[in-house]
């Protein structure tokens, strides 16, 4: 019975520690695995940006670059609220460095960058000034018109001037052309031509 017990704990612990891991990966996204820079977007719309530097010259040091980046981070949190802008890890590797980051916000982002970078619904977006996209297309290449993406009213939608690569938080139903998928939810935006990327979204 004692073996049975133990046995039972420890698949216990084994499952308890699997169901941790999954989480903090958010269900295969590990942000230490990306290799391009990455933002990923949850529902609630906090943001996961991964800076993907190169670091290949003999004179570039590693304690200086970490230090600048705290700094800048402490600068900007404290003209705009704390954890703004949160750095989680920098990780150096060969001939690369990797920052990542947490934003409480897509303004926050925004501002932190200098970029253009929007996250809600169809309706926000109008409302926050964005004017209807050029062409864009389904993930079978099929286009959308300007009434069907108007009709999408509480749908989400990603705007972003930055052409890296965009985890959703729903799958991507429509794209800016030029948008090549990585995977439902995965857009790399590095060959599109529009000063601004949409992407629409659906549950």
Same mark, same amino acid.
């Given at each position: 019975?004692?073996?049975?017990?133990?046995?039972?704990?420890?698949?216990?612990?084994?499952?308890?520690? /699997?169901?941790?891991?999954?989480?903090?990966?958010?269900? /295969?996204?590990?942000?230490?695995? #990306?290799?391009?820079?990455?933002?990923?977007?949850? =529902?609630?719309?906090?943001?996961?940006?991964?800076?993907?530097?190169?670091?290949?010259?003999?004179?570039?040091?590693?304690? =200086?670059?970490?230090?600048?980046? !705290?700094?800048?981070?402490?600068?900007?949190?404290?003209?705009?609220?704390?954890?703004?802008?949160?750095?989680?890890?920098?990780?150096?590797?060969?001939?690369?460095?990797?920052?990542?980051?947490?934003?409480?916000?897509?303004?926050?982002?925004?501002?932190?960058?200098?970029?253009?970078?929007?996250? /809600?619904? #169809?309706?926000?977006?109008?409302?926050?000034?964005?004017?209807?996209?050029?062409?864009?297309?389904?993930?079978?290449?099929?286009?959308?018109?300007?009434?069907?993406?108007?009709?999408?009213? =509480?749908?989400?939608?990603?705007?972003?001037?930055?052409?890296?690569?965009?985890?959703?938080?729903?799958?991507?139903?429509?794209?800016?052309? /030029?948008?090549?998928?990585?995977?439902?939810?995965?857009?790399?935006?590095?060959?599109? !031509?529009? !000063?601004?990327?949409?992407?629409?979204?659906?549950?």
């Amino acid at each position: 019975m004692l073996i049975k017990k133990t046995k039972s704990m420890k698949l216990r612990k084994l499952l308890v520690i /699997g169901i941790a891991a999954a989480l903090l990966s958010g269900c /295969g996204f590990n942000p230490e695995k #990306v290799e391009t820079t990455t933002v990923r977007i949850l =529902e609630d719309g906090t943001l996961t940006q991964i800076v993907v530097d190169d670091f290949d010259k003999d004179y570039y040091d590693f304690d =200086e670059f970490s230090k600048m980046a !705290s700094s800048e981070v402490t600068a900007f949190n404290i003209a705009n609220g704390e954890n703004s802008a949160v750095i989680k890890d920098i990780i150096r590797n060969d001939d690369s460095v990797k920052t990542i980051m947490t934003f409480d916000s897509d303004d926050d982002y925004a501002l932190f960058n200098g970029a253009t970078f929007f996250y /809600g619904t #169809v309706n926000e977006m109008l409302d926050a000034g964005f004017s209807l996209p050029g062409d864009m297309v389904s993930r079978d290449g099929d286009a959308i018109d300007a009434d069907t993406f108007y009709d999408k009213e =509480e749908q989400h939608v990603i705007v972003v001037s930055e052409k890296i690569n965009i985890v959703a938080p729903y799958k991507i139903e429509y794209m800016s052309s /030029g948008t090549e998928l990585v995977n439902s939810k995965e857009a790399d935006l590095s060959n599109v !031509s529009d !000063s601004l990327v949409y992407l629409l979204l659906v549950k």
